[in-house]
Nanobody, 123 residues
Framework: VQLQASGGGLVQAGGSLRLSCAAS????????MGWFRQAPGKEREFVAA????????YHADSVKGRFTVSRDAAKNTGYLQMNSLKPEDTALYYC?????????????????WGQGTLVTVSS
């Protein structure tokens, strides 16, 4: 599975961005698409995940109510809509795919990763 993330950029606090993650290859075994982020000097953290077949969505408490994860299975593409962005949301955002159920919070449980897209939120 190959993942291509896009949509990052520079935005002012309070603004919005939508990240996309296009998947190609053997995607029929995919169970979850997850989004993670890593700020400079910090560990990679879970942001959101969605089950590929049923569309069940999960969000970290820090983004709940502001970010929305979704997917278009027909297009093999996942999305992360980010609203009301804050400077503390600044990070490199990664999408990832896990081929098995559960453990969608854990970065080390994901099988495939995209290259990351940078989101910078200015105050």
């Amino acid at each position: 599975v190959q993942l291509q993330a896009s949509g990052g950029g520079l935005v002012q606090a309070g603004g919005s961005l939508r990240l996309s993650c296009a998947a190609s290859g053997r995607t029929f075994n995919s169970y979850y698409m997850g989004w993670f982020r890593q700020a400079p000097g910090k560990e990679r953290e879970f942001v959101a995940a969605i089950s590929w077949s049923g569309g069940n969505a999960y969000h970290a408490d820090s983004v709940k109510g502001r970010f929305t994860v979704s997917r278009d299975a027909a297009k093999n593409t996942g999305y992360l809509q980010m609203n009301s962005l804050k400077p503390e949301d600044t990070a490199l955002y990664y999408c990832a795919v896990r081929d098995r159920p559960a453990y969608y919070h854990y970065a080390n449980r994901y099988d495939y990763w995209g290259q990351g897209t940078l989101v910078t939120v200015s105050s």
